[in-house]
């Protein structure tokens, strides 16, 4: 029993380092670096330049034309999968505690068959611009609209502070800039990538960086397997005479069964609700290339968390207890053998041993690129929840024309981006973990159930969605504040209300089961409509008959 | 959709073939992803020295890192087992189903 949860705390370590929290030292100006960040950025600015001669309708602007291939969307969709925090924090976790960091990066993947098996292709059949389209389908439009992009744009404030206060910190660590200025550059340069290139520019953006990472990653993992003469055994035996026999095992954090359900609903329903990723599979065509879509990402992001787990050893191998890389300052004190910057550093580190200062700087280069994408992928889910559903649908009834619906959501990323400057810089110094754990946690309780249930329940009504939506939100929310991570952590309290660090078990039983009870009792007249309504939305789900008119502007 | 459409492509012998063998095949594949990852996920829960086992006497590897990456590759296989029979058989089906709900 003992073993059970490492997993929970798995994603603890996962969750806290998407958030890369603590204090960090700034390094000194790291020359090489920068100047490969110059050119990222200069690319992609020509990118977005391009992007924006491309981008005239709110079509283009929301799904770049709906004209990406599925293996540029799957491509995209790693993308925005992997972050800077995942693949700093997955091979740190490996770094640290060896075989763990496998499982924990196993939790994130198999989400994405069961999105692929249960949900890729009825979205893509069904929606226009956001998920809310789909969720609203034969609902009332006010109301549900309302609701899901409440949602939607809690759960991308959430993940843009945690990658703005990841951003700062990790741009003082790898080029040596003050942390303002680090944010504020993220803040400024997504801003130009969304409000000028759109969803054009934020996927290109999205698949140079996927290709940079994987490109490095894999050119890092051949390089550690090149000193091993391409042999595991060896590679392993060097890594546990090293630390010891224990990182080729599950290791030894204790938790419970109920944590480690619950984190997994949260990861495996959480991602199929998190509104950037579910935005991704309205820029194809057809459900045959969002399938397609899926496919290729489960390969990338699977193949990634194959590097990321070669990495963490190589990295035991050749950093730690490497002199070059240790911490003296807090070796004298603490013993051991810290590295410099912390464990969320051995990937960096280990890019300066295999590859020397050029490909360190490479590696930062590329790890900066990461956090813009991401970011870049969020505040344009963000401005869409405002400008499709809440201005053109909720305010103007779906009388708004295109262009102006477009100048709604270029004014709303450009509010966007500076709430996020705004909060990144107003968080540095908060414990921030908790924030992708909710973010996850309220994706999978009010996005996803009324998203799945609109799409497979005939019974659900307008009433069921809202009441029951609502109640998982909240239950989600208060979970999370009552619970180890806000209450004891940041509040400072003894003992938590709520013993269990992940709520999402919880909240997401409860929104289905508000929005069932909801549902059956509402004897209506709009909910016997919106009942009988169902037949032909499940026909157009499985055939994409009358998709392609919709999709036309 | 006009109703008389939905009726006529309800009853349609291609249409009710495709969903019910496509929704069979997408929760059996469901259920396979969800049995293999919460069956590692309970070996680890209750026999982790299980998966410390060497892979044979006297070597370091583990029997838990082929395992775990191929769980890893089972996620990869499953979608790539979907995806080929849905671009064929299913899309076969659904491209009947419209040319119908076209044609008439």
Do not use: C
Not at chain 1, 290 to 314: M, N
Not at chain 1, 405 to 416: D, F, G, H, P, R
């Amino acid at each position: 029993m003992k073993q059970i949860l490492f997993l929970l705390l798995g994603s603890a370590g996962i969750f806290a380092s998407e958030a890369l929290t603590g204090a960090v030292e700034k390094q000194p100006l790291n020359m090489s670096a920068i100047i490969m960040f110059v050119i990222f950025v200069g690319a992609t600015l020509g990118i977005t330049y391009w992007a924006a001669k491309r981008t005239k309708t709110a079509k283009d602007f929301y799904t770049a034309g709906g004209g990406i291939t599925g293996f540029q969307n799957g491509m995209a969709i790693a993308g925005d999968y992997m972050s800077a925090a995942s693949f700093l924090g997955i091979s740190a976790l490996v770094y640290g505690k060896g075989y763990d960091g496998l499982i924990y990066s196993i939790g994130f993947l198999v989400g994405w068959p069961i999105i692929l098996f249960m949900v890729a292709e009825r979205l893509r059949n069904l929606g226009k611009y956001t998920f809310a389209d789909v969720a609203s389908y034969r609902l009332r439009q006010t109301p549900i609209r309302t609701l899901a992009a409440f949602g939607s744009i809690t759960t991308v404030i959430l993940y843009l502070i945690a990658q703005m206060v990841g951003a700062g910190k990790l741009i003082q660590l790898l080029f040596g800039l003050d942390y303002e200025i680090a944010v504020i550059l993220v803040g400024v340069l997504m801003i130009l990538y969304v409000t000028f290139g759109g969803m054009l520019a934020t996927t290109w953006v999205q698949i140079i960086k996927a290709f940079l990472l994987l490109a490095g990653a894999t050119f890092m993992a051949i390089a550690v397997m090149a000193h091993y003469n391409f042999n595991f055994e060896s590679l392993f035996a060097t890594a546990v005479q090293m630390k010891d026999v224990s990182i080729m095992a599950p290791g030894k954090l204790v938790s419970d069964p109920i944590s480690a359900i619950s984190l997994g609903v949260a990861l495996m329903f959480g991602t199929a609700g998190l509104p950037h990723i579910l935005m991704r599979f309205f820029t194809v065509s057809d459900a045959k290339e969002a399938r397609k879509s899926v496919f290729y990402a489960t390969g990338f992001i699977g193949y990634f968390y194959i590097l990321t787990f070669i990495i963490g050893f190589g990295a035991i191998v050749m950093v730690f207890q490497n002199p070059q890389y240790l911490d003296l300052a807090k070796q004298a004190v603490d013993g051991g053998y810290p590295i410099l910057g912390g464990d969320n550093m051995a990937a960096i580190h280990l890019s300066h041993a295999v590859g020397g200062d050029f490909f360190l700087g490479f590696i930062s280069a590329v790890a900066f690129a990461t956090i813009l994408a991401v970011v870049s992928g969020l505040t344009l889910a963000g401005a869409s929840a405002i400008s499709h559903d809440l201005y053109a649908s909720v305010i103007r009834k779906g009388k708004s024309d295109g262009l102006m619906e477009m100048k709604v959501s270029k004014i709303a990323t450009v509010i966007l981006g500076i709430i996020a400057i705004f909060l990144g810089i107003t968080f540095e110094d908060q414990n921030i973990a908790f924030m992708v754990g909710l973010a996850f946690a309220i994706a999978a309780s009010a996005n996803f159930p009324i998203l799945f249930l609109s799409m497979y329940w005939s019974k659900l009504t307008t009433r069921g969605a809202l009441i029951g939506g609502s109640l998982g939100l909240l239950t989600a929310a208060v979970l999370v504040v009552l619970g180890p991570t806000v209450w004891v952590d940041v509040l400072k309290n003894a003992e938590p209300i709520f013993p269990y660090k992940y709520p999402a078990l919880f909240s997401v039983s409860m929104a289905f089961i508000g929005i069932w009870f909801f549902s059956i009792t509402d004897n209506s007249e709009s909910a016997q409509q919106e009942k009988e309504a169902f037949e032909g939305q499940y026909i157009r789900s499985q055939t994409g008959i009358g998709a392609e008119g919709a999709v036309e502007h | 959709m006009k109703q008389e459409m939905v009726d006529r492509i309800k009853n349609d012998p291609d249409y009710i073939h495709l969903v019910r063998v496509r929704s069979r095949f997408a929760w059996t594949l469901t259920l396979i992803m969800l049995v293999i990852y919460f069956g590692f996920v309970l070996v680890i829960a209750f026999d982790p020295p299980y998966l410390g086992t060497p892979l044979s006497p006297g070597s370091v590897t583990t029997i838990g890192i082929p395992i775990g990456v191929g769980v890893i590759l089972s996620a990869f296989i499953l979608t790539g087992i979907y995806v080929r029979r849905a671009n064929g058989e299913f899309d076969e089906l659904t491209k009947r189903i419209k040319n119908k709900a076209k044609g008439e």
